[in-house]
């Protein structure tokens, strides 16, 4: 594979808040890669396994699911460069999205009706409200479940997961990104964290990310099976989870 080349940054880049807070973003990247080398290289390799699997990939059988399977695997690549970055509590909407991705991908199968659904979503005369009823969490869900318990429970984990660290603006996502501290005067200092240094919020973040972009690859396995056997992904995918 080529090694993309960075460029020399242009004139004026780093003079302003946002593009010095992109460079404190890839330093912070550069930081957890060489302190966190065995989480960042379980990261690396899930990526590894998304692109074995959809690279080249020609006429799948089912065809539809494909199309999540791709998104997904954005989703989990734009997690991975987050959380390495430090930003756990953004992080965890990306890991949401591809949840949601891998999900979509299971429950629409080969069904082409479910699919018609989802692709008329826009096209008016009660097509929207026929998607939302279609596609209720508890339905995707339920077919997860109902296919495969383990999954199906790991998926309502995760996502649950997610929603209360910064999916959604819930108390337990604020609380983990965010310090008070007394000032003598009596006032107090309000502290909030967008790059997480080394410590538990960021093992906790580099951990989900993985078990995530897992559980992906897993309900990728229950969709393509012959193909997984074919490139020998099941084993290894099931050997990184034990560990998660």
Not at 113 to 129: C, P, V
Not at 175 to 185: E, G, V, W, Y
Request: positive net charge; glycine residues 8%.
């Amino acid at each position: 594979m080529n090694r993309t080349r960075i460029q020399p940054p242009p004139n004026d880049w780093g003079r302003d808040r946002l593009t010095d807070f992109f460079d404190a973003y890839r330093s912070s990247q550069y930081a957890t890669f060489a302190s966190k080398r065995s989480e960042a290289n379980d990261l690396i390799a899930i990526d590894g396994m998304f692109c074995k699997l959809l690279d080249g990939a020609i006429n799948p059988r089912p065809l539809l699911p494909a199309d999540f399977l791709f998104r997904a695997h954005a989703a989990f690549r734009a997690a991975a460069g987050a959380v390495m970055a430090g930003q756990v509590y953004e992080t965890q909407a990306l890991l949401r999205l591809c949840l949601e991705q891998g999900a979509y991908a299971h429950y629409i199968g080969d069904n082409q009706t479910r699919w018609e659904i989802w692709i008329n979503r826009h096209e008016g005369g009660g097509s929207m409200k026929a998607a939302r009823s279609a596609f209720t969490h508890k339905k995707v869900s339920g077919h997860i479940a109902n296919a495969n318990a383990k999954l199906g429970s790991s998926h309502t984990a995760l996502c649950d997961r997610t929603i209360d660290y910064g999916a959604h603006p819930n108390e337990r996502g604020a609380s983990m990104n965010s310090m008070t501290r007394d000032n003598d005067d009596g006032g107090k200092h309000f502290e909030f964290i967008y790059l997480h240094g080394d410590g538990l919020m960021l093992e906790f973040g580099l951990k989900t990310a993985a078990q995530v972009g897992l559980w992906v690859l897993q309900i990728a396995a229950e969709i393509y099976p012959a193909r997984m056997q074919e490139l020998k992904l099941q084993h290894k995918i099931r050997d990184m989870a034990k560990r998660y």
